[in-house]
């Protein structure tokens, strides 16, 4: 089958995969407190991020812009069924706008084949839902079955993650500031969930090393339902990083594991001290 699978800059998969698959990218805008304009994963990469809001600086982010939606979609449904795999709507209004633009491509192209999915999920989760439409495609499996396969499976999607400093969150409003004062004062480092879509809490845990290995805990009660791919992403890679990636991949098979960096579209909602897993839950 021809298909053509985009994803944008949210995703934060891995350039490796990439390239193996032939996957385009449509680039996130992120601003820093100057209003410079920068393109994620362009001319801004993720260590360079983390390490000016490392120093203080504060950025935001925001969507695509329409000529990179519209030159992205239209060239690749020209003559292939064309996947675009957006952030949640909740997090994002990208996939709305995308629905807009897809409208402006079909006036000009009306046979384009244009699908734009909400994959309720961000980041290496989305890389989860990708590689198991990849699998289906291997498996030569219709373009109708692979569409209700990717349906079931975003319904299934989980992210475990925990961050040390709640004010990225809060500054993009993507938790309340009640729970952003908890997490300053007591040293709470909230184990949180994307559920339906949205950010959620699941457990608050005092300090760095217990948030991990609790983490490590959720995920050894889960491993026999796991999917094939699982990722781990992060802000920064220091000690505490590596360790906890080496756990889980004992835990769980480092076959399983994709891992990469938060990339600057996330990170700037994220900051440094991110980790996150997500996996489908069979």
Same mark, same amino acid.
């Given at each position: 089958m021809n298909l053509k699978i985009i994803v944008d800059s949210s995703s934060d998969l891995p350039s490796e995969l990439l390239i193996k698959y032939d996957i385009s990218v449509i680039p996130l805008r992120v601003y820093d407190q100057l209003e410079k304009e920068y393109?994620?994963?362009? +001319?801004?990469?993720?260590?360079?991020?983390?390490?000016?809001?490392? +120093?203080?600086e504060n950025f935001t982010s925001s969507l695509p812009s329409y000529d990179a939606i519209y030159q992205t979609l239209a060239s690749c449904s020209k003559e292939q *069924?064309?996947?675009?795999?957006?952030?949640?709507?909740?997090?994002?209004?990208?996939?709305?706008?995308?629905?807009?633009?897809?409208?402006? !491509?079909?006036? *000009? +192209? $009306?046979?384009?084949?244009i699908h734009i999915i909400d994959t309720r999920s961000v980041s290496l989760g989305?890389?989860?839902?990708v590689m198991e439409l990849i699998e289906g495609l291997n498996n030569n499996e219709s373009f109708e079955n692979l569409?209700?396969?990717? *349906?079931?499976? !975003?319904?299934? !999607?989980?992210?475990?993650? &925990?961050?040390?400093?709640?004010?990225?969150?809060?500054?993009?409003?993507?938790?309340?500031?009640?729970?952003?004062?908890?997490?300053?004062?007591?040293?709470?480092n909230p184990i949180m969930e994307v559920s339906e879509g949205k950010f959620k809490p699941l457990e608050k845990v005092r300090g760095r090393k217990k948030?991990?290995?609790?983490?490590?805990?959720?995920?050894?009660?889960?491993?026999?339902?796991?999917?094939? +791919?699982?990722?781990?992403?992060?802000?920064?890679?220091?000690?505490?990083?590596e360790q906890f990636i080496k756990q889980l991949k004992d835990l769980i098979g480092s076959e399983q594991i994709i891992e990469n960096s938060v990339g600057s579209a996330v990170?700037?909602? &994220?900051? $440094?001290?991110?980790?996150g897993i997500f996996f489908l839950a069979n």
């Open positions: 393109l994620d994963g362009v +001319n801004l990469q993720s260590h360079e991020l983390m390490q000016r809001m490392k +120093n203080g *069924n064309c996947v675009y795999l957006t952030c949640s709507g909740d997090l994002s209004g990208t996939y709305n706008f995308a629905q807009l633009v897809k409208l402006d !491509i079909l006036e *000009n +192209n $009306p046979n384009a084949s989305i890389c989860v839902l569409m209700k396969q990717l *349906n079931q499976n !975003i319904s299934k !999607i989980q992210h475990i993650f &925990t961050i040390e400093d709640l004010q990225y969150l809060i500054r993009g409003g993507r938790v309340g500031k009640f729970a952003g004062f908890l997490g300053g004062m007591l040293n709470i948030a991990l290995n609790r983490m490590l805990e959720l995920m050894k009660t889960r491993k026999d339902e796991l999917s094939k +791919n699982v990722g781990v992403v992060y802000g920064v890679k220091d000690d505490s990083t990170g700037v909602h &994220t900051g $440094p001290s991110a980790i």
